[in-house]
């Protein structure tokens, strides 16, 4: 299994949320976050900005089989790519274990 952690615009937020389950995606966790993307490299060409400025956003995970994260992954890819500085971030996790509390499930039975 693994894990996909996503950071993105909140634009983008419903777009990502309909795909991700016309895809058959198990389920999906949305927490309000800020971060600073901007490398630091611009702010030594930009004297102006002394320290990057935290900029809202969304990190949406998602837990699945791992057979199907090039898919998963590849239409976020999609769904997110404007060629903008904010386009967002893509990291992909492995996870070891995941239970369903109230069943006891494990593994992959206890995503779906």
Known sequence: MK???CYIQYEKLEALRE???EMGVPGIS???AKGIGKPMSHLKSDPALKVPQFHPCVEISVVLESEAVDEVVGMIEKTLHTGSLSDGKIFVLPV???IRVRTGERGKQ???
């Open 96 to 98: 070891e274990e995941a």
């Open 30 to 32: 949305v927490i309000d």
């Open 110 to 112: 206890a995503l779906y």
């Open 19 to 21: 795909k991700l389950f």
């Open 3 to 5: 894990m996909i952690k």
